[in-house]
């Protein structure tokens, strides 16, 4: 069949890449999960209960097959250089697994190469952890449906970027809104603001300061005050207001 010895044709029949998992739980300090398989399937055994026939039209013995735990599983990131997208999966949280040709357990534990002569190949346990795959029950109910918008959320956060050719828009939505910036923070543009403004430290402008429904000018702004007249001989209780 295909050209290929029988052999090779069920060898490759047994070779299976991905599979559905759920997180157990999620380790910040090395950036790996533990796993268990969320699909059970029927595999390939001598003690199975059942006969069937493959998609190959053989005729296989298989057993219904406990589900898989994985343990240190490392996660699937987008990082590049000194640049990353940080988020912690959460126990529940359904994702897949990618299992390589080889073994990669020393890749995981120090960064070096495969280790060479194991007959380790598509094994389980030699695989990274793809976050979230949707199904029906999880699905975001309010996803974007605009090819000119992207969208970072959380429950009760999110960024959302517009941009079609022409306008852009930024839409920062949170509770609160922390900003560090040592060197200062610049703003092209005008700036509205909804509320009220608390500083710690002076509040200057370069040109005037403007307030109340009148607009009044701080530059242009004087007060009338008229010194009450006393008599030669009695001073003023208080220094007259400027």
């Excluded at 090819?147 to 959302?160: F, G, P, Y």
């Excluded at 610049?186 to 402008?205: C, F, H, L």
């Amino acid at each position: 069949m295909f050209g290929y010895p029988e052999e090779s044709i069920k060898a490759m029949y047994l070779i299976k890449t991905h599979y559905i998992m759920r997180v157990i739980e999620f380790h910040p300090e090395d950036q790996t999960v533990d796993l268990i398989q969320d699909v059970y399937e029927y595999c390939n055994t001598l003690a199975g209960d059942m006969v069937v026939e493959n998609e190959l039209g053989y005729n296989v013995t298989v057993g219904l097959q406990k589900p898989t735990v994985l343990w240190g599983i490392p996660v699937k990131q987008l990082r590049w250089g000194q640049f990353s997208i940080q988020a912690c999966p959460q126990p529940g949280d359904t994702g897949y697994i990618e299992v390589f040709t080889n073994d990669i357990t020393s890749w995981v534990q120090n960064g070096g190469e495969n280790i060479p002569g194991s007959d380790r190949h598509f094994a389980k346990e030699s695989c990274v952890f793809v976050p979230f795959v949707a199904n029906k029950k999880n699905a975001t109910p309010d996803y974007v449906n605009n090819e000119n918008t992207l969208v970072i959320k959380s429950a009760n956060a999110s960024i959302t970027l517009t941009d079609d050719g022409t306008t852009s828009d930024v839409k920062i939505v949170s509770k609160t809104m922390t900003v560090t910036a040592e060197d200062g923070v610049s703003i092209t543009g005008d700036v509205s603001v909804e509320g009220k403004i608390n500083a710690t430290d002076e509040i200057k402008s370069d040109t005037d300061v403007k307030a109340g429904p009148n607009e009044t000018s701080l530059t242009g702004h004087t007060h009338n005050y008229v010194t009450p007249l006393h008599p030669s001989t009695v001073k003023p209780t208080t220094t007259p207001n400027p």
